[in-house]
């Protein structure tokens, strides 16, 4: 008797997925949860584990394969199964040498610690997971790379530039690239990049996308958090960093302009009374937008506490559905790269999101002098439909208000 390999429902937003990597072969012996393929969606990766112990019979949809919900990617057969199962069983086939997919494949860990240790080759059956129930992580993947990385070697001592080469040693010759060697990559997008395109495209031609920009003097917020980063690290075991500041401060200019954090639903605007902020974080397989749910109720170390674990499961590829669901305004910090100033895109339905940029000190004239202050600017990206620019501007001033006396955040 056979038992279908079936693409699970994840979400009722996700109704299709892409086949990244099968980790087995037909004719392999299984055991029920053992990991045997991994799909790609527009939101997660994600394991199909085996429904129940056996003998793969049969894979329907190789790697690359677009699929459904409810797609047959394979089925398994009970006990040795199968013809192929026999065959291995009587000794019909060689056993093949065990590889580094191979070995991976029985091994819990997380589609992006797979691609690490074939681009590292690393045998998976060798790293300690330091995961949940010691599933491996891409991290630990790295660090048992590490040691195999070969030393740099020291540099060489140089001449002068202006040193004259030896007579008996000739001029290097510059190796220019012979006619017909100008390549070219043809890769296919990823099923989430492939998305975020797609998104980025439909954000800009539903929406009437109008962006505004201020200028935040961050020398206050600075010094509070100079004051306060080692007993905030202390006593809560996490960096006072920027991100709390932000959002805390976005939440109160929300609830000044409400229509901020609104939805457009036909004609009518959906006003929303909670602060589900999302927070854009960069990783590996392309951007994602975790949630911080019901922000206004969280304190600063809990914000902080919560974002550096979005990070890290976002580039071991495990946040969950749950984590990126929903959201009802988003901040984005392209800073972090060095960008001074940008035109954030709206995350659909979300009406608002808030661009960060880098800090550069800049002279800014204050009282009659000029002074050099650290300067940071913003940019508000906006749904013009629903949300005025008399709002939009005001809503980014209230931001600026906040962040430039932090105090204020305590009594907002």
Not at 72 to 94: F, N, Q, S, T
Not at 148 to 161: D, G, I, N, R
Not at 186 to 196: D, P
Not at 256 to 274: C, S, T, W
Request: aromatic share 4%; hydrophobic share 40%.
């Amino acid at each position: 008797m056979s038992t279908n390999i079936v693409v699970p429902e994840v979400g009722e937003s996700i109704v299709d997925a892409r086949v990244a990597k099968w980790l087995v072969k037909e004719g392999d012996t299984v055991s029920a949860g053992d990991p045997l393929v991994e799909l790609e969606t527009d939101k997660i990766d994600l394991e199909v584990s085996a429904p129940q112990s056996g003998v793969v019979e049969r894979i329907d949809h190789m790697d690359g394969a677009d699929v459904k919900v409810g797609d047959v990617l394979g089925a398994i057969a009970e006990g040795a199964g199968g013809a192929k199962g026999a065959e291995k069983a009587a000794g019909a086939e060689p056993a093949e040498p065990a590889r580094t997919a191979d070995t991976g494949g029985r091994t819990r860990a997380t589609p992006t610690a797979r691609k690490a240790a074939e681009q590292h080759a690393v045998d998976l059956q060798s790293v300690k997971g330091s995961g949940d129930a010691g599933r491996v992580m891409r991290r630990d993947v790295e660090q048992a790379a590490a040691p195999a990385k070969e030393a740099p070697k020291p540099a060489a001592a140089t001449a002068s530039p202006f040193a004259k080469a030896p007579a008996d040693k000739p001029a290097p010759v510059i190796q220019r690239r012979a006619p017909g060697e100008r390549t070219e990559e043809r890769v296919r997008m990823s099923k989430r990049r492939a998305t975020i395109a797609r998104r980025l495209v439909e954000a800009q031609s539903t929406a009437a996308m109008l962006t505004t920009f201020n200028e935040m003097d961050m020398s206050a917020m600075q010094a509070l958090r100079s004051r306060h980063k080692a007993s905030f690290k202390e006593r809560h075991g996490v960096s006072l960093g920027m991100t709390a500041f932000f959002v805390k401060a976005t939440i109160g200019a929300l609830r000044a302009f409400p229509r901020i954090n609104a939805e457009i639903q036909g004609d009518e605007m959906v006003l929303k009374h909670y602060y589900d902020i999302g927070i854009a974080v960069g990783a590996s397989e392309g951007l994602v937008v975790p949630v911080l749910r019901d922000a206004d109720q969280m304190s600063f170390a809990e914000i902080e506490a919560q974002v550096r674990d979005f990070a890290r499961r976002a580039e071991d590829g495990t946040l969950s559905l749950a984590d990126l669901k929903g959201g009802t305004f988003t901040i984005t910090n392209g800073g972090v790269f060095g960008s001074l100033q940008s035109t954030p895109i709206l995350n659909p339905p979300q009406v608002g999101i808030l661009g960060l940029h880098a800090i550069r000190d800049r002279p800014v004239a204050m009282n009659g002098q000029v002074v050099i202050r650290p300067m940071m600017y913003t940019a508000l990206t906006y749904d013009h439909r629903i949300v005025d620019g008399s709002e939009a501007v005001r809503f980014l001033v209230k931001v600026k208000e906040l962040i430039e006396d932090p105090g204020a955040l305590l009594i907002d």
